[in-house]
């Protein structure tokens, strides 16, 4: 069974700047487009970032493009989301997992909390 760790959240102000990182382990991680999801408050989880098995294809949500970035390292099964210029409007639980519909995706790591402060 794959397991997903994901690190790096913590408390920033309004334009500050966050680096998470999720660590995969339980099957092969370069053969999976990876993704970057979120879940605030009340509100349903959400798609923010993915990237292809071998990093050269990104794809972002409208609210975040321009301001994240999705990488990862095959070599450390590990998947980064650098994130700058923070808004309140981030804050929310923070998760990594293969890229595919949300519906679909059986097993979540406990995720990582983001929090902005205006």
């Known amino acids: 069974q794959v397991q997903l760790v994901e690190s790096g959240g913590g408390l920033v102000q309004a334009g500050g700047s966050l680096r998470l990182s999720c660590a995969a382990s339980?099957?092969?991680?370069?053969?999976?487009?990876m993704g970057w999801f979120r879940q605030a408050p009340k509100k349903e989880r959400e798609f923010v970032a993915a990237?292809?098995?071998?990093?050269?294809?990104?794809a972002y949500a409208d609210s975040v493009k321009g301001r994240f970035t999705i990488s990862r390292d095959n070599a450390k099964n590990t998947v980064y989301l650098q994130m700058n210029s923070l808004a309140p409007e981030d804050t929310a639980v923070y998760y990594c997992?293969?890229?595919?519909?949300?519906?679909?995706?059986?097993?979540w790591g406990q995720g990582t909390q983001v929090t902005v402060s205006s």
């Open positions: 997992n293969e890229h595919r519909p949300i519906a679909t995706l059986k097993y």
């Open positions: 990237i292809n098995w071998s990093g050269g294809s990104t």
């Open positions: 339980g099957r092969t991680f370069s053969n999976y487009a």
